[in-house]
C-alpha cells in the first residue's frame, strides 16, 4: 500500500494550487512547463515566472477571436508576454469584463514555434478549477523545487475521464412538493464536488424510473432568478414525481453550464452588453455548455436503474445517456412559463443549442 498521491490526487492538488496564485508543472519526458492562471496571478509570483524564461501567455480559440488575436495552433493561441507587462496585463487578457474600456488590445505577438500540447493541457486544468481559461507559462528543463508536477499523459487522461462516485449519505426528506423524498450524497475520488440524487417514492429498478437531470443553478433555484428558466423546471420536474408517487431527480453539479458560479455571473455582465448566452461563454474562452452528463448515467446505474423515462428539452442529455449504456424509453418535454427576462434566453436555447421548445 502506497501513501504517495495518486494522479487524481495530483490533478486535484494542482487545481487548488491554481485557484490561489501558485505555479503548477506539466511534464513531458525532460522538458516541463510552468504554468499559473491568468486570473491568480500576481506580480511577485510573475517576477519567479518570469526568472525562468520567457513567458508565453495561452488563450482558447474563442477568447483568441474576441481579442483578435491570430490562432496558429488550432484551438488555442499563444502570445509573448510583453517584457514591461504585469500580472493586470495577464488578468485584462483573461477576462472580457475588460474589454468594452479598452476595445483595441495589443498589437500581439503569436507564438508559432513548437509544441503547444501542453499549453493546451493547462487550459483544459484551468478550465476544471472553474478558472477563466487563459494561463501564463514557461517552458523550462528543470522544475522548481516545491511545485506541483503533474506528469501530461496521466493528467490528460485524468482529465478527460470521469471520477468514480461513491456513495455516503441517505436520509429521508420530506419535501413540499414531494413528501415520500429521500436524499442521496455521493462524493467523487478525486475531491471535486459532491452530487446529489432525489429519489421519490420506492421506484421499480426494473422499469424505467421518471428522472431528471438538473444541473445547479444557485440563482434560479435558490434566489428565483427570472433571467433563466432552472427553478421552475426543477419544481416542475419534483411535482411531476410527487403526483407520480416516484420519480428521481439528479442535481449535479455543474453550475452556470459547467463553467462555474463566477464565470456564470461574468457571462451575465456580459449579457447586460447586448451578448447572448452562448456569445458570452465564448468571450470568456469557454464552450457552448461544458457539463459531463456522464455524472447523471453514473448515478442511475448506481442506484441500480437501467432505463429512464427522460424529463428533458435537451437532446444531448438523451444522447448522453444512451452513448453511457441508460436506456431512455421516453422523452417526457419540461415545459414551463416564459417572461420578459427569459425570452431571449430560451430562443437562444432553441436556437443555438437545439434545445426542443
Known sequence: MSL???ISDLVARARSDLRVGLPVALQAGDHALV?????TASD???????????????????????LKVRIYD?????????????????????????????????????EREGDA???????????????????????????????TVLPADAAAEDLAGHAPMAAVATARLPMEL????????????????????IEVGRPDRAQPVLA????????GDVLGSMKCDCGPQLRTALAEMGKAGEGVLLYLNQEGRGIGLANKMRAYALQDQGFDTVEANHRLGFEDDERDFRIGADLLKRMGFGAVRLMTNNPRKVEMMREEGIEVAERVPLVTPT????????????????HLL
Open 4 to 6: 504517495l498521491p495518486t
Open 35 to 39: 504554468v499559473m492562471a491568468c486570473e
Open 44 to 66: 511577485t509570483r510573475l517576477g519567479g515566472l518570469r526568472a525562468l524564461g520567457p513567458v508565453v501567455a495561452a488563450i482558447t480559440g474563442w477568447r483568441a477571436e474576441t
Open 74 to 110: 488550432g484551438d488555442i493561441a499563444r502570445i509573448r508576454m510583453p517584457a514591461d507587462a504585469g500580472a493586470r496585463w495577464l488578468c485584462e487578457l483573461a477576462d472580457p469584463a475588460c474589454d468594452l474600456g479598452a476595445p483595441l488590445r495589443g498589437p500581439f505577438r503569436e
Open 117 to 147: 500540447s501542453l499549453h493546451r493541457l493547462a487550459l483544459v486544468l484551468a478550465k476544471s478549477a472553474q478558472l477563466l481559461p487563459a494561463v501564463a507559462a514557461v517552458s523550462v528543463s528543470q522544475v522548481p523545487e516545491g511545485l
Open 178 to 197: 414531494a413528501e415520500a423524498g429521500r436524499l442521496h450524497i455521493f462524493r467523487p475520488d478525486n475531491a471535486e464536488i459532491e452530487h446529489y440524487a
Open 212 to 219: 431528471r437531470l438538473h444541473s445547479a443553478c444557485f440563482t
Open 339 to 354: 417572461n420578459r427576462f427569459n425570452a431571449h434566453y430560451l430562443n437562444v436555447k432553441r436556437d443555438k443549442s437545439g
